[in-house]
C-alpha cells in the first residue's frame, strides 16, 4: 500500500504563489504515476496535473502555463508550484498515486485559498 501525505496549502492573494507537496510512502515501487487533482465547493473533482515515472507531465488548461509539477525521487515527494494564483483556484487539492495493476491511492488534501 502507498500513504501519501500533503502539505503547504493555506491563504495567498491574487498573484501569489505556493508551493504544494506530496510525501509518498509505502510501496512506493509500484506507482507508475502521481498528479493533483482539485475540488471546489458545489464543483466536481477537477483533475490538474500529472507526472509519470518517466518524467512527463501534462497539465489541465485552467492551470497551464502557471503551475509546475515536478517530482524529487530521492525525498520521494512531488510538488505542484502554483504561480500567478487567481480566486478560483481556491479548493482542496489532493495528491493522487496510481498504483501498477489498477489501484489508486489519495491523499488527505490540503486547502488553498485566494482571496484578496
Known amino acids: 500500500q502507498v500513504q501519501l501525505v500533503e502539505s503547504g496549502g493555506g491563504l495567498v492573494q491574487p498573484g501569489g504563489s505556493l508551493r504544494l507537496s506530496c510525501a509518498a510512502s509505502?510501496?512506493?515501487?509500484?506507482?507508475?504515476?502521481m498528479g493533483w487533482y482539485r475540488q471546489a465547493p458545489g464543483k466536481q473533482r477537477e483533475w490538474v496535473a500529472v507526472i509519470t515515472n518517466g518524467g512527463t507531465t501534462n497539465y489541465a488548461d485552467s492551470v497551464k502555463g502557471r503551475f509546475t509539477i515536478s517530482r524529487d525521487n530521492a525525498k520521494n515527494t512531488v510538488y505542484l508550484q502554483m504561480n500567478s494564483l487567481k480566486f478560483e483556484d481556491t479548493a482542496v487539492y489532493l495528491c493522487?498515486?496510481?498504483?501498477?495493476?489498477?489501484?489508486?491511492?489519495w491523499g488527505q488534501g490540503t486547502q488553498v485559498t485566494v482571496s484578496s
Open positions: 509505502g510501496s512506493i515501487f509500484s506507482i507508475n504515476a
Open positions: 493522487q498515486a496510481w498504483i501498477s495493476g489498477g489501484s489508486e491511492y
